[in-house]
T-cell receptor, first 113, second 111 residues
Framework: DTAVSQTPKYLVTQMGNDKSIKCEQNLGHDTMYWYKQDSKKFLKIMFSYNNKELIINETVPNRFSPKSPDKAHLNLHINSLELGDSAVYFC????????????FGPGTRLTVL | GQQLNQSPQSMFIQEGEDVSMNCTSSSIFNTWLWYKQDPGEGPVLLIALYKAGELTSNGRLTAQFGITRKDSFLNISASIPSDVGIYFCAGNAGNNRKLIWGLGTSLAVNP
């Protein structure tokens, strides 16, 4: 009965590789988000999609490309991984009629070597 | 990016003590949210506040939406060891879908 799920939980890869993280929500929400949490625990919004349309696109390197095949899924593809990309990435979802209260997935810990 | 002023940054208390933390903003918010993050997990919503002055409880947790709409506090009564974690406040001004986040309050409870 997982509400927001992400795969994989852990991702270890070499610099320069391309990787993807997947997110799915079964809450029936219309909006999904990607956050990056650094070692100081600050949660930084990266992207948001509402009904498959990009609505938030913060200052993120264009090596990061979100893709939303439908409103229950939001994937994050990262090209040419760099050491500084190491962090925990969280997916979240919300519903506009519920005050945009966001519900988070368990996170993906990305380590770039 | 914009951040909320959340304090204290960390707390170390004895089991059974009450805890209070707060967040302030330079702008008016329509929504205040409080989350808890356990190690290795995602933030979990504790309390959501949608109206100025609103006081809401969730078990031993109580949170209030400040009358000025620029602040919120979270109280935890009779703390227990499983209260350990990082508590985040977040707010939304309503003009877009973006939450503004505090930097977190790290709580440690000594049994």
């Amino acid at each position: 009965d997982t509400a927001v799920s992400q795969t994989p939980k852990y991702l270890v890869t070499q610099m320069g590789n391309d990787k993807s993280i997947k997110c799915e929500q079964n809450l029936g929400h219309d909006t999904m988000y990607w956050y990056k949490q650094d070692s100081k625990k600050f949660l930084k919004i990266m992207f948001s999609y509402n009904n498959k349309e990009l609505i938030i696109n913060e200052t993120v390197p264009n090596r990061f490309s979100p893709k939303s095949p439908d409103k229950a899924h939001l994937n994050l593809h990262i090209n040419s991984l760099e050491l500084g990309d190491s962090a925990v990435y969280f997916c979240a979802s919300s519903q506009v009629l519920r005050g945009d209260t966001q519900y988070f997935g368990p996170g993906t810990r990305l380590t770039v070597l | 990016g914009q951040q909320l002023n959340q304090s204290p940054q960390s707390m170390f208390i004895q089991e059974g003590e009450d805890v209070s933390m707060n967040c302030t903003s330079s702008s008016i918010f329509n929504t205040w949210l409080w989350y808890k993050q356990d190690p290795g997990e995602g933030p979990v919503l504790l309390i959501a506040l949608y109206k100025a002055g609103e006081l809401t409880s969730n078990g031993r947790l109580t949170a209030q939406f400040g009358i000025t709409r620029k602040d919120s506090f979270l109280n935890i009564s009779a703390s227990i060891p499983s209260d350990v974690g990082i508590y985040f406040c977040a707010g939304n001004a309503g003009n877009n879908r973006k939450l503004i986040w505090g930097l977190g309050t790290s709580l440690a409870v000594n049994p």
